[in-house]
């Protein structure tokens, strides 16, 4: 069974820094991306960040762009979440997801493509 599990959210000012965990497991899929998605209170989910598994490509949201940094740990199948410079307008629950595709373009970001999913973990960005 897939389990994706997410760590490292809380309460930070704006400014501040935040590094989000994905730790996966239960998979024996060679090729897939993780994706990380958020959803604020009254606004649809949105796709902030991906990595592939094969080659590390990435592909960001505008909105995240220079701000966030998407990385992984292959030895300890997690993924990582670095958010720096934090806004008020980034508050909301983030989800990593798991996909059976490759991270590299803006349709990547769509959740459709998303087969599994953690619980989420709340970011609060305090102004």
């Known amino acids: 069974e897939v389990q994706l599990v997410e760590s490292g959210g809380g309460l930070v000012q704006a400014g501040g820094s935040l590094r989000l965990s994905c730790a996966a497991s239960g998979f024996t899929f060679d090729d897939y991306a993780i994706g990380w998605f958020r959803q604020a209170p009254g606004k649809e989910r949105e796709g902030v960040s991906c990595?592939?598994?094969?080659?590390?490509?990435?592909y960001y949201a505008d909105s995240v762009k220079g701000r966030f940094t998407i990385s992984s740990d292959n030895a300890k199948n997690t993924v990582y979440l670095q958010m720096n410079s934090l806004k008020p307008e980034d508050t909301a629950v983030y989800y990593c997801?798991?996909?059976?595709?490759?991270?590299?373009?803006?349709?990547?970001?769509?959740?459709?493509?998303?087969?599994?999913w953690g619980q989420g973990t709340q970011v609060t960005v305090s102004s």
């Open positions: 997801a798991l996909a059976l595709l490759a991270c590299g373009s803006n349709w990547s970001l769509l959740d459709e493509w998303y087969d599994y």
């Open positions: 990595i592939s598994s094969s080659d590390g490509s990435t």
